[in-house]
């Protein structure tokens, strides 16, 4: 049972080492699992598994990581009364629109109207 934790061990610390970042490319992803099987005495197929595994953990991690502080950078901007330029550049359209909508009105009630007379 001790010779599986040391393997579990022996894993974990090749993983770390190898992995480095997230992003990783498949030619490299396939070195570290032929380089793990080999140090750690596992097969390939399970050394691949484990790192496809802890990539996919990772990249999840960091998706999440990454939306926690975009809503945490939101809330704070929201707090100074600050916008995002994407809410500036919707209410720039919206008064543009509206904008042109009066011109139209306008523009037909002067041909509606008949010009006053003057007696």
Same mark, same amino acid.
């Given at each position: 049972?001790?010779?599986? #934790?040391?393997?579990? *061990?022996?894993?974990?610390?090749?993983? +770390?080492?190898? +992995? #480095?970042?997230?992003?990783?490319?498949? $030619?490299?992803?396939?070195?570290?699992?032929?380089?793990?099987?080999?140090?750690?005495?596992?097969?390939?197929? *399970? =050394?691949?598994?484990?790192?496809?595994?802890?990539?996919?953990?990772?990249? !999840?991690?960091?998706?999440?990581?990454? $939306?926690? =502080? !975009?809503?945490?950078?939101?809330?704070?901007?929201?707090?100074? !009364?600050?916008?995002?330029?994407?809410?500036?550049?919707?209410? $720039? +359209?919206?008064?543009?629109?509206?904008?042109?909508?009066?011109?139209?009105?306008?523009?037909?009630?002067?041909?509606?109207?008949?010009?006053?007379?003057?007696?």
């Amino acid at each position: 049972m001790a010779a599986r #934790g040391n393997d579990r *061990d022996l894993l974990e610390q090749v993983l +770390l080492a190898g +992995l #480095g970042a997230v992003s990783l490319t498949a $030619e490299r992803i396939e070195q570290l699992a032929d380089s793990l099987a080999e140090r750690g005495g596992i097969r390939r197929d *399970d =050394a691949r598994a484990a790192i496809d595994e802890l990539v996919t953990r990772w990249r !999840g991690d960091a998706t999440r990581a990454t $939306e926690r =502080a !975009g809503a945490g950078i939101h809330g704070l901007l929201r707090e100074l !009364g600050l916008v995002l330029r994407s809410e500036y550049e919707e209410l $720039e +359209l919206r008064v543009a629109q509206l904008e042109h909508r009066v011109r139209l009105v306008e523009r037909e009630e002067t041909v509606v109207l008949p010009p006053s007379s003057q007696s």
